[in-house]
Structures are given as structure tokens and as C-alpha cells.
């Protein structure tokens, strides 16, 4: 029966042939894939590799989401460079006993993400392995003087966030524990649910961000994406650049309606350390940071504030001192300064 | 102790710091890499995947030699496109018990490699997994009238092979037996280990193949490296080009001592089918087949020549008729048609 093909059943010429339909036909069955880049731009390069168990699993994700995620982790870290997606390579390992139709959901799912935001399947490799693994590289383009690099943060800048941060964090929690949540509504539910299986790279941030500037040149502003939690993003900024960051604790892109659901004190864990956003994180001159925020809304959120004593702060709402955030720190590590929740 | 520590005990932070001195200092630390092609120069990209077990064991393989040759076997990619390298990135999968050792010795064998033909490490990934595996990424750039693609083949061209075809194999065999192979002199199983152990990507053919070229122009060669065999190379040449081919058992690129050592049929059956060998394949008009061969000289062979009728035959030795080879066929499945043994 079809439905119940392995990748083992159809070998891996036959799979390699139904693979071929989600790639242009000019870059398939060569030894590699011939890409002619914009004149005057620079390549941008980037990898990620996701394993079954560590990164995905068919409890939470449904393989065309897996695709899905896969390629737009791959394009935030474009988008964090100010580059426009070029096209990506897929590793594929995989067990003999795998679906085909699990293939074929990867692949549309992917197909799918690189329709929204631009890019094609350029190329790729097949193997057995023993677990699912996919390693995704993703390759774009960028002008010199719009590239963004982590090292360019000076102190005195606004740090800018987009969107919310931790609904990655609580739509996983809710696809982990189904019989949770009664109390949300069907909408957040499904928006928390769409942010951890289908996050969307924010290309339309960096658009916004060139628009509001009156000079291209990204010599003064700092950028990554929030992959691993906005606390990771603002550490790695301040440590690139040799600054550090005092953030507002009240200014903090948190979700109201998930904090009614788990408390603040949860809240502002996931906000910082629940990573898989896929936001953009920036430091930027405090007048560019306004014009941004003028032009997403409340889709961005000025979170604080650079400095050029190192360390990375957070200051609560409360008059309590601040509390110094660090890599290895979950805010469970710290919750003793903060609020008590409701 | 230094030597016994594992990637668990020096954490993922650790381990990239630790690898980062493999890497240029002004591609590191961003969410991508940012790279300049030469101008009018187009990119090229190409995938493989290596997985403990299927493509490289410590019983045959130490780390060191598996950097190599994950990066040789990319690098030969770009050859047969034409390309030079410009970098790679590398999507590492790795259990937590693996020693830190293990992983230098990968990165300074993959290093060692890109000193050789050129290219840097631009990036990649680390993440847990049950089973090492290696995904690695290569970017090369090439002018687009340089080129090479496998569908350019035109009936009645000569089939150029370079090196001989069977040696990783023979090398092979040695490593996994080494009771055997007592008779063979020590030159011929240094070289033959070499083979297997450190193949090298045919720039140099490629560029013997443009200075022996009147006018630089790609549009009548077809080529691909035999990663997978001299015979799937000529079957995959054919296939895209539309073409057949007829290969003359009297010239394929078999070395004497392996022939010597396991017999004729054996050593026919490790030219065609044995893989590895990473050397070029290219179906040319005869003169600059006969240029090619001339600059190259002994490691290089006109094996046989393409048809306008499809199929590809290899014509025996002696008067039997030809046999017909395909992707799925071993040379085993027609020892009948070749001379016996000796």
C-alpha cells in the first residue's frame, strides 16, 4: 500500500526521484548547484542540524512542520544577517523504516516556508542512520553596507525586540500537555501552537528597519535572531560588542495572556529563556529604535538599554536591585528577585 | 585527565570555543557568515552526509582521516563542476560520550584538507545525537562558461577517466583484513590505504583540462567525479546527456598490483563498482581528450566512448559480446562474459 511505504521499500534512487519535484529543474543531477547571487552582493551562509528527540518530535510536530521549522530557523539567522534567502541544502538522514509520506510531509513543509519567504531546495544528500536527523543550510544574499553582525552594538543604544517572546515556549507546552489550558482561549491557543510549529522568520522587521533609516549602512546597529530566548540574544550582542545591558523587566515582550495563564514570574522565564522565537533582537541609535517601533507597533518592543559597564542586567518592576542575567542561567535561578506572580 | 574528556564535560559553549581556532576569526560569532565571490563568478553548492558505521568507522578510519576525507569527498563535488573551493560548513552530530580528541582530530583533518585545495570553515552546528554523523556543506565559485554539468555529452565523445579506479577499495579491503595482503609490496598498500584514507579532489585535472582548451568554453563537456564508481559515473553521464556509451574492458584504468593481487575479475569488478576513488569522469570531443590525456599522462585514460544508441556496454577483452551495465549491477552479475581470472 502506498500509505505505508518506507523509505527503505523505494530505495534511495526512487526516493531521490520523488524528492526532485520540490527542486527547480536546473539544479538537480549535477555533482552541485550552479547559483548566480545578485551583482554587488555577498553570499550569506548558515547551518543548523535538527535531530529527532533533541529538536522535533512526532508527539509535538507533524513532518511538514518539522520541514517548516527547519527552513525558517535557517532563514531568522538570514534575516538576523539583513539578508534576503537564496536557497538551502538538506542532509537527510534517516532510518530504512521511516514513512515516505513522512519524507514527503518534510519536503512540503519546506517547499512550503521557502514559497512564503523566498529560496529554493538547491541540493541535498540522503543516508541511513538510526535516528532522523536534518541538516539544513541556507544560503543568502546581502549589499555589503546592509549586512548585521552581532560586534557592531555601541553603549547608550536602545535594544529592540519584535514581537512576543515565550509563545514558542507555552504553545509547546500546551502540545505536551493537551489536558492543560481550558483556561486559554481558542485563539491564543492557536497562535501559541502556530509560533512553535510554524515561526515566522522576520524579514519584514529588517524591511521596515531599511525603510526608517535615511542613510543604508548598518555600521551602528547590532542584530541576531532569539532562537535560544531573548536572554541568549542580548548576551550575545553585549559580549560580541564589549558591552553590557541593563533590560526593563516592565518593558519585557511578554504576552498577557501568558502570564494570565502561568503566572508572570513563568512568563518572564519564557520570555528570556524559552527560546524558539525566531524574533529579531537589535541594538540600534535610540532614534532609529523609535522609528522602528513607530513602524511595527506593538510588534516590537524597546527592551532596554545598552551600557558600557559589562554585564547584562535586568532591572525588576519592583525597587528590588537588579539581577544579573548569565548564559548557563534560567530565570528559575533568579526568581527570588523577582515579582511574586498574578 | 585532558586526553580522556568528552564533549559532555566541556559543554557545547566549550566545544565551540574549542573549534573555533579552525575557523577564520571574521566569519565566527554571527548568526551566518558573510562571504565575497570573486566577481562574475557564479556560487556552487554541494551536500554530502557521512554517518558513523556507513561511511567511516574508527576501525578503519582515525578522526583526523575522516575530516579529510568528508572534506575531499565535497571538495571533489566542486571539481567536477568546475568550481574552485571558497569554504564549508560542517552540521556535526555527535554523542555526549564522544572525547574531545576525537572532534579536533576531525576539524584539524578537515583543515589540513582545505589548506591543500583552498577554502575555509565558514560555520556550522553541534547538536546530541545517538550516532556521529557529519554533515558538511561546500561552496565553491566558478565562471559560468567554465562550468562542467553531466547533461552535455554528445554521441561519439571519448569517456576520460583520471587515476585509476579501484584503489579506495583495495585500500579498503586492507584496513578491514589486515591478515591479507602479505604478498602486496609495501609501496602498493601505503598508496592504496592513501587511497582510502586521503583521496584527493582532481583540481588539478580540471585545470590541465582548461589549459589544453583552445577556447574556455564548457558547452560540449560533460563530467562528475566516481565517488560511486567509475561505472555509475559513465551511467549517470549517459542518463543526463541522453546518451549511450560503449567502455573497452582493455582500457579500463585497473593498477596492475591490484589486478596482481585479487585477480583480473576482482580487480574489474573494484574499477567499476568499488567507489571512493573520487577522480573525474568526462565525456569530451576526442582532441581534447587526447590534449587531456597527453598533459595528464599515465593518470589519465580514454576508457571508451559515447553513443547516439542508448545503454552503456562494456566490450570484453576477448570476443564475447558486450555486457550491458546498470546502476543496481555489481560486477559479479556478469563475471560470465570476462576473461578468467589471472
Redesign the interface.
Known amino acids: 500500500m502506498e500509505n505505508s511505504q518506507t523509505i527503505a521499500d523505494l530505495g534511495e ?1 526512487g526516493l531521490l526521484q520523488r524528492l526532485f519535484r520540490f527542486c527547480p529543474g536546473d539544479v538537480i ?9 545578485p551583482p554587488d552582493q ?10 529527532d528527540g ?2 522535533f518530535s512526532d508527539r509535538t510536530t507533524a513532518p511538514t512542520d518539522v520541514g517548516w521549522r527547519a527552513v525558517a530557523a535557517n532563514l ?3 534575516a ?2 539583513g ?1 534576503a534567502p ?2 538551502i ?5 534517516l532510518p530504512g523504516h521511516t514513512p515516505l509520506t513522512w519524507v514527503e510531509g518534510l519536503y512540503e513543509g519546506m517547499a512550503t516556508c521557502l514559497r512564503y519567504w523566498g529560496g529554493v531546495v ?10 532522523k ?1 536534518v ?1 539544513i ?4 544574499s ?1 549589499y ?1 553596507d546592509r ?1 548585521l ?3 557592531r552594538a555601541q553603549p547608550g543604544q536602545a535594544i529592540v525586540a519584535t514581537g512576543h517572546h515565550g509563545l514558542s515556549r507555552a504553545g509547546l507546552e500546551l502540545l505536551l500537555h493537551p489536558e492543560q489550558g481550558a483556561e486559554v482561549s481558542a485563539v491564543d491557543r492557536d497562535r501559541w501552537i502556530a509560533a512553535h510549529q510554524r515561526p515566522r522568520p522576520r524579514f519584514d522587521a529588517i524591511a521596515a528597519l531599511w525603510d526608517g533609516l535615511e542613510t543604508a549602512n548598518s555600521a551602528a546597529i547590532a542584530a ?2 532569539s532562537s535560544d530566548g531573548l536572554a541568549n540574544a542580548v548576551l550575545h550582542l553585549c559580549q ?1 560588542s564589549g558591552v553590557g545591558a541593563i533590560l526593563q523587566e516592565t518593558d519585557l515582550p511578554i504576552d498577557p495572556a501568558v502570564a494570565a495563564w502561568v503566572g508572570r514570574s513563568q512568563a518572564i522565564d519564557w520570555c528570556l529563556y524559552g527560546g524558539e522565537d525566531f524574533e529579531l533582537v537589535l541594538c540600534l541609535p535610540w532614534p532609529q529604535a523609535r522609528t522602528l517601533r513607530a513602524s511595527l507597533g506593538s510588534d516590537c518592543a524597546i527592551v532596554g538599554e545598552t551600557t558600557a559597564a559589562a554585564g547584562v542586567e535586568l532591572q525588576p518592576a519592583n525597587a528590588a536591585p537588579p539581577t544579573v542575567l548569565s ?1 548557563s542561567q534560567g530565570f528559575q535561578h533568579f526568581a527570588a528577585a523577582s515579582p511574586p506572580e498574578g
Do not use: I, K, N
Open positions: 534512487l543531477g549535477d555533482d552541485g548547484a550552479v547559483v548566480a547571487l555577498r553570499l550569506v551562509v548558515t547551518t543548523d542540524v535538527l535531530v533533541v529538536h531568522s539567522d538570514l538576523a544577517m539578508a537564496v536557497g541544502t538538506v542532509g537527510l538522514s538547491l541540493g541535498g544528500d540522503l543516508c541511513r542512520a538510526d535516528t536527523s541538516a543550510t541556507a544560503l543568502g546581502v555589503p549586512a553582525y552581532r560586534h541576531m535572531d560580541a548564559f
